[in-house]
């Protein structure tokens, strides 16, 4: 019987695909991280490609948590106003609250006194500790550790307690008005201060130490989203994004508001820009916090907290109201008419902890504001997402939106 | 084991190891002891829901803890924050793929009627768009407050008339009590 | 602060200081507002935008003004520049997305708030609402309460007969009138949609649990 052979050559697999790489390439998956998901930051959706596990284009849509604030101000009083700022970004209220009673003052010109500046200080910062132990939390269940989460939590809830004493709500506080803060310090709520930050410090390090120098943690956020110096400045960025690209920018101490130059503080730089920066700077910031509210106990002002001479614009105290005539007038005439502010524009920005928060008020004379800009960091922040998220892998964008530590209430108003 | 409706006659000396009891008090036993939450965390209610995660207000000792963001895997939908008319659709869809039986609980003034956001964009309670079994009331509520209200769901789930659903092939009205 | 004004308004014909509160203001005409900006950033380094917003002033013509905030990191100074959109109807303005990248999310805001387009951005749709929403919201005519629409979804609009409806101000918020006589100074909404108050539909939740 002949036999007859026939030599066939097929070759690997590798190699056969490579010859068809245009065929086998395909399309880029597209897929879809809606708007409910486990990284707590709120509701974002982020519609991605995605060429396996690669990042090819990433845009996030943003305005699932629009409440229509801007126009919501255009009907209220400058004092109405106030709760609706405690919802801006909810994780540190009593920040927004001193941005926006600032704003407003400025309108009018108006100082208030020392002791009123020194709360105000040492309630922003207290604020800022709030919301960087959140973040750095979170930021780690982000990435896989739960444990930072529980720890930094329990000292919030030290926190709230101390919020809860003084304003009467554990964190929507409304606590500002314009022309001064709502109520005053209450006894021994000073010593509660002192009393927190001496305990808090070593379970900082504590916490830290879980994730400073953790194999894992550095390993998923080192070089992970950098961003350079002149990209930050193009897109907006502020707050501890920017600053740990390495700009200079922080407006306690370059425009200085509310007596803070008269603190000593540090304010850290960061070099490479990448996530295992931001997580760094916010766990500093948190120390160089402590250290200004310990300032801020030790030269406390006697005095008023709030401006007295401003008749029109601050409500007397009950007990004259219920006595005096022209108090009970003046009163009305606060509450109903709203505080009476001078026609003119005012842009003013605060340091808050996200970044800077600005409030561009028009008024047209009268309590109620004509226009009500609110200039919020997220939504800064946010937008250099389609930057720098193409180039990184599916896995690092949770990293990424955790070091970015943004929060939707204040993105989309 | 007592629940108000059945009788639980058990005298260990005469009957052993054995409790008779109705079908319903062992099957809402189970679901009640074991509601896992879906959280759909919006706004700052998120934050005392996630507070009442943590270690102060623990809702583990419920057996709530497991907050898994997967529809599939969860009981309860716990709608916290601000529901906006662009965001309504996602709520009614993921609600839509729970599995029975599932409830949901409306958190804080914004879920339950639209709270302070009286505007064009706000929606004015989750109610329109899915039925809801407790309303929880604060602007945040407190965490204790929400556990009170995890409480008295699992009040409500115990007096459903669930063996009667397992069933038949479409569940029965719900207790609106 | 003027010097600024000063030193830019012999090499920009039409720039005019503007009255503000706090920091310097110029009124700019629409066809030098790239090239202001231009200068203002590689000159003056005001390296940062901070705010890109629009005011709409109602009955005075021209209507829309849109603002734009810039920061000098290296001086700490601030300055606002406003310029007015010439048409009432279509207001428009050039884009400055070449110069601020940043300013691409600002500006689309500022187009789904108030309808203002601006020429030459790569993306302009909307940001806050969804897509398809027909109306402005930030515009003076349009009320706090909404106007009747569809919601974004269709589908989810049929399984649940919900509409986008206005929402029930009942009187609300309380603000008085400022100015008039006391008498007629009652606190009353601004708004004039206090009147109604659409029942919920979905009460009993009889029809959604099917």
Same mark, same amino acid.
């Given at each position: 019987m002949a036999t007859t052979t026939k030599e066939i050559s097929i070759g690997d697999m590798g190699a056969r695909a490579s010859a068809h790489q245009d065929e086998l390439q395909g399309e880029n998956m597209a897929i879809n991280v809606g708007?409910?998901?486990?990284?707590?930051?709120?509701v974002l959706r982020l519609m991605m490609e995605l060429d396996g596990d690669l990042i090819k284009k990433c845009e996030p849509v943003v305005g699932?948590?629009?409440?229509?604030d801007e126009k919501i101000a255009e009907n209220m009083t400058y004092n109405q106003f106030v709760p609706y700022t405690d919802r801006?970004?909810?994780?540190?209220p009593l920040a927004n609250n001193v941005a926006y009673a600032m704003a407003v003052e400025k309108l009018a010109d108006l100082e208030v006194p020392p002791r009123c500046a020194a709360i105000r200080v040492m309630v922003s910062e207290l604020a800022r500790i709030s919301s960087h132990l959140l973040g750095i939390g979170v930021y780690g269940m982000d990435a896989g550790a739960w444990t930072p989460f529980m720890y930094t939590f329990t000292e919030r809830e030290k926190l709230y307690t101390l919020f809860e004493e003084l304003t009467?709500?554990?964190?929507?506080?409304?606590?500002?008005?314009?022309?001064?803060?709502?109520r005053d310090v209450p006894e021994g709520w000073l010593q509660k201060v002192s009393d927190f930050c001496d305990q808090f410090l070593p379970i900082l390090e504590e916490t830290c130490n879980l994730l400073t120098r953790n194999r894992i943690f550095m390993d998923r956020t080192e070089g992970v989203g950098v961003i350079s110096k002149e990209d930050a400045l193009a897109y907006g960025i502020t707050g501890p994004n920017l600053r740990a690209s390495g700009?200079?920018?922080?407006l306690r101490k370059?425009?200085?508001?509310?007596?803070?130059?008269?603190y000593d503080f540090d304010v850290p730089i960061g070099t490479t820009g990448d996530c295992y920066d931001r997580y760094l700077i916010r766990a500093e910031e948190v120390r160089q916090s402590v250290r200004i509210i310990r300032q801020v106990i030790k030269s406390f002002p006697e005095g008023s907290?709030?401006?007295?001479?401003a008749k029109k614009i601050y409500a007397p105290q009950k007990g004259k109201i219920l006595t005096s005539m022209e108090e009970l007038i003046q009163n009305f005439m606060i509450v109903t008419e709203g505080p009476r502010m001078p026609e003119g524009e005012v842009y003013f920005e605060a340091e808050n902890p996200k970044g800077i928060l600005g409030f561009f008020v028009v008024s047209?004379?009268?309590?109620?504001?004509y226009r009500l800009k609110i200039r919020s960091p997220s939504f800064c922040n946010l937008s250099i997402l389609p930057k720098i998220a193409?180039?990184?892998?599916?896995?690092d964008i949770t990293v990424l939106l955790g070091s970015l530590d943004f929060v939707m209430g204040e993105c989309d108003r | 084991m007592e629940t108000q409706e059945s009788q639980v006659g058990y005298n260990s000396k005469v009957e052993g190891d054995v409790i008779v009891t109705k079908v319903d008090a062992v099957i809402n036993w189970v679901r009640k002891n074991s509601v896992w939450p879906m959280p759909m965390?919006?706004?700052?209610?998120a934050i005392e829901m996630m507070g009442v995660a943590?270690?102060?207000?623990?809702?583990s000792r419920f057996g *709530?803890?497991? *907050?898994?963001?997967?529809p599939r895997q969860s009981?309860? *939908?716990?709608?916290a924050g601000t529901v906006t008319y662009k965001m309504a659709p996602v709520v009614r869809r993921i609600y839509d793929q729970m599995a029975d039986p599932k409830w949901v609980v409306a958190m804080g003034a914004c879920a339950s009627?639209?709270? *302070?956001?009286?505007?064009?964009?706000?929606?004015?309670?989750?109610d329109r768009i899915v039925p809801v079994d407790v309303y929880v009331s604060g602007c945040p509520p407190r965490p204790e407050a929400l556990l009170d209200a995890m409480m008295k769901l699992q009040k409500k789930i115990e007096r459903e008339p669930s063996f009667k659903s397992l069933n038949k092939e479409t569940e029965e009205k719900r207790i609106w009590a | 602060m003027s010097e600024l004004i000063d030193s830019l308004q012999p090499r920009f014909e039409g720039l005019e200081p503007r009255p503000s509160s706090d920091h310097p203001a110029m009124q700019c005409p629409v066809g030098l507002l790239l090239p202001l900006i231009e200068c203002l950033r590689d000159?003056?380094?005001?390296? !940062?935008?901070?705010d890109v917003t629009a005011i709409d002033w109602e009955?005075?013509?021209?209507r829309f003004s849109v603002v734009y905030h810039l920061y000098s990191v290296k001086e700490g100074r601030y300055v606002r520049i406003v310029t007015n959109c010439?048409?009432?109807?279509n207001p428009s303005v050039p884009s400055i997305v070449a110069l601020y990248p940043g300013a691409n999310w600002h500006e689309r805001e500022t187009f789904d708030m108030f309808g203002i387009r601006f020429e030459g951005h790569p993306d302009l749709k909307r940001i806050l609402?969804?897509?398809?929403?027909?109306?402005?919201? !930030?515009?003076?005519?349009?009320? !706090?309460?909404g106007i009747e629409t569809e919601l974004p979804d269709a589908e989810i609009a049929e399984e649940t007969k919900a509409k986008v409806l206005p929402a029930p101000?009942?009187?609300?918020?309380f603000v008085a009138a400022d100015g008039s006589p006391m008498s007629k100074s009652?606190?009353?909404?601004?708004?004039?949609?206090?009147t109604e108050w659409k029942k919920?539909?979905?009460?009993?939740g009889n029809d959604l649990d099917k």
């Open positions: 708007p409910s998901h486990p990284t707590t930051h709120g699932y948590l629009h409440r229509g801006l970004d909810y994780i540190a009467g709500a554990r964190f929507t506080t409304s606590y500002t008005r314009i022309g001064g803060v709502a700009v200079d920018l922080d370059d425009r200085p508001y509310l007596g803070y130059d008269q907290w709030y401006a007295e001479d047209k004379g009268g309590g109620v504001p193409p180039g990184l892998y599916l896995s | 965390g919006l706004a700052c209610c943590a270690s102060r207000f623990d809702i *709530m803890e497991v *907050m898994r963001f997967s009981d309860c *939908m716990i709608v009627t639209g709270g *302070m956001y009286r505007s064009y964009a706000t929606l004015q309670g989750v | 000159e003056f380094s005001y390296s !940062l935008l901070c009955e005075e013509s021209p010439e048409d009432d109807e609402m969804w897509d398809g929403y027909p109306y402005y919201p !930030l515009r003076k005519e349009f009320p !706090l309460a101000m009942m009187g609300g918020p009652e606190p009353r909404a601004k708004d004039q949609s206090w919920k539909e979905a009460l009993g």
